[in-house]
């Protein structure tokens, strides 16, 4: 088994920080994954690399006769990486952002797309509300999310995807679905909805808004998932993208409510690091387009 540019990093940085938990911090790993990499380099070598002395790791003296040739591969590989990057700035990592809704409507057949088109990234997803997502690529912290409605700084480039789809549902439990719905019907029933600030948070109070009310009953949650199953459940009602119900509608768990007034229709966005724009960002630009114009996430006109 040959040694692998894997196991020789996790090497520099254990060496480079002292423990086997701040180069596992470093890498972003954890710590069971880095020393899995030190054992395997250790067997593939057939010697060892580490004594522990208190709290830190100390070499043994084949660790330290291998650090030089360790210095100098990094050092080589540093370059290849700096010369890749000048080709294409996004290659080998991509830091992609989404709201759950759409993580849960699209991504597994994103990221299979971008398989299937070669675009081969390691992958670091970050699910969370619109306006977390377009804080962090103001700060340069995501390469490329999709946000609803974005405020963002200049160095991000926004493009339009369409509107997306949002309706009331519930369970067939409570009867809902044989009328249609207005805002003073849904005043007895738990109302379920992400806390601010949030797209559906904004959606749920502008619908009720309309006729003067504030819902009795609101309910908050983070996870859209968990949203889905009380709702599925009979416990109350929410705003949901019917992208993430499929399952549920097909089993008759919800129904999808006929209402009045017609929800808002917020637009949905693409975001991109205008700096990290070469052959791999045109390739993940045209998988999310694909996929999420492709889903049942956006509004047909």
Request: with cysteine; hydrophobic share 45%; charged share 20%.
């Amino acid at each position: 088994m040959k040694a692998t540019l894997s196991q020789i990093e996790a090497f520099y940085w254990i060496t480079r920080l002292g423990s086997f938990r701040a180069a596992a911090m470093q890498l972003n790993l954890t710590q069971p994954t880095v020393s899995l990499r030190i054992h395997n380099l250790e067997e593939s070598l057939g010697v060892r690399l580490f004594k522990r002395a208190g709290r830190k790791m100390r070499l043994t003296d084949d660790g330290t006769t291998l650090l030089p040739d360790v210095g100098s591969m990094m050092q080589l590989a540093g370059q290849i990486s700096a010369r890749q990057r000048l080709v294409d700035p996004l290659h080998g990592r991509l830091r992609l952002g989404a709201p759950a809704s759409i993580a849960l409507g699209c991504m597994a057949e994103l990221l299979g797309t971008l398989e299937k088109r070669d675009a081969r990234f390691d992958v670091a997803l970050t699910i969370e509300k619109s306006s977390i997502l377009q804080r962090r690529l103001n700060e340069r912290e995501i390469d490329v999310a999709i946000v609803v409605e974005p405020d963002v700084k200049p160095h991000v480039r926004v493009a339009p995807l369409g509107i997306m789809k949002h309706a009331w549902f519930a369970s067939p439990r409570l009867s809902l679905a044989r009328r249609w719905i207005g805002p003073a019907d849904l005043m007895p029933h738990q109302v379920f909805t992400q806390p601010e600030p949030s797209n559906l948070m904004t959606l749920v109070m502008t619908w009720f808004g309309s006729a003067g009310l504030e819902p009795k009953r609101l309910g908050t949650c983070d996870s859209i998932s968990v949203i889905a199953r009380l709702t599925a459940a009979g416990e109350g009602v929410s705003i949901l993208s019917p992208a993430i119900l499929g399952t549920e509608l097909c089993l008759g768990k919800v129904e999808m409510l006929k209402t009045r007034p017609t929800l808002v229709r917020p637009r949905l966005y693409l975001a991109y690091q205008a700096d990290k724009v070469g052959h791999g960002m045109k390739l993940v630009i045209q998988a999310i387009r694909d996929c999420v114009i492709g889903s049942s996430l956006l509004a047909r006109r």
